[in-house]
């Protein structure tokens, strides 16, 4: 009913940019927002970032405050995540994921109704 679709991960050295795009499609009018969580092998799936489907609220990890950006198109209906100032710690599978639940940003798997696939990001060192 709900796919969100990933974008833009691939192989980028130590202080090097990316940025990923998630394109939702099917019934999104219930979504409140949308954000961003990673998961290397052998690790617990992490909160990267949100923002708000409407309103101008993000939220984002300690880990990325200062590199990453998260954005929103509303006319595409599609979140991005500006990645720069990459460090080899942020190799991970990306994960998109939304909210229909709650007003307030969540910042935990269990508050996401709807996942994308992933994408690979890998920053070499």
């Known amino acids: 009913q709900v796919q969100l679709i990933e974008s833009g991960g691939g192989l980028v050295h130590t202080g090097g940019s990316l940025t990923l795009s998630c394109a939702p499609s099917?019934?999104?009018?219930?979504?409140?927002?949308m954000g961003w969580f990673r998961q290397a092998p052998g690790k617990e799936r992490e909160f990267v970032s949100a923002i708000s489907w409407s309103a101008d609220s993000t939220v984002h990890a300690d880990s990325v405050k200062g590199r990453f950006t998260i954005s929103r198109d509303n006319a595409k209906n599609t979140v991005y995540l500006q990645m720069n100032s990459l460090k080899p710690e942020d190799t991970a599978v990306y994960f998109c994921?939304?909210?229909?639940?709650?007003?307030?940003?969540?910042?935990?798997?269990?508050?996401?109704?709807?996942w994308g696939q992933g994408t690979q990001v890998t920053v070499s060192s």
């Open positions: 099917g019934r999104t009018y219930n979504m409140l927002y």
């Open positions: 994921a939304a909210g229909s639940r709650r007003l307030r940003i969540g910042a935990h798997p269990y508050e996401y109704d709807y």
